[in-house]
């Protein structure tokens, strides 16, 4: 017997998603709740300058305490397409655009606990484009040296789940354009 989606309660509507208590049916017939946020799906950026440096978002994350060194990233506004939504989000948290934007990846973030579908980039030919970015963020954009952000991943000095997923999916591209050599 499969597992049956019975029903689904929303619990509390924040201004970016859903939390919900949904029922499912388990294959043994036992009826099981589940808590479940429903959110609108994200864009993760890897945005390289011409200079052959990753440009990162620092910023203060309430859920982790402090501040973390994160890729640029933003939630789909309704109706709105992932990519149209990375275009936007490079210019708000970067203040550049991409001449360029492949997309090369795909997950679930948290399925244990979320929808939330992520979406991953990789932004060339950057250029000067700011976009004001949302006024609840204090975002300082840091430039590192690709070879370096690797070796600070390797060290457990990122720890953004995102952050490390986006690098994990950049780096046969990057090779292939010879902007990182193998490590």
Known sequence: MP???LDSELIFQGRVF????????????QIAGYDVIHHPGAITLIPIDPQG???FARQYRAAARGELLELPAGTLEP??????CARREIREETGMAAGKLQKIGECFLAPGYSTEFMHFYLATELYASPLRGDDDE???VER???????AM???GEIRDGKTLAGLLLARPHLESLQLLSEI
């Not at 109706?79 to 149209?84: D, K, R, Y």
């Open 53 to 55: 440096n990753l440009c």
């Open 18 to 29: 859903g939390l919900y208590k949904d029922r499912l049916r388990l294959p043994d017939g």
């Open 138 to 140: 204090d975002i300082t």
């Open 3 to 5: 597992i049956e989606y």
């Open 144 to 150: 590192i040296p690709l070879q370096q952000v690797y």
């Open 79 to 84: 109706g709105e397409a992932p990519e149209a």
């Open 153 to 155: 991943a390797a060290r």
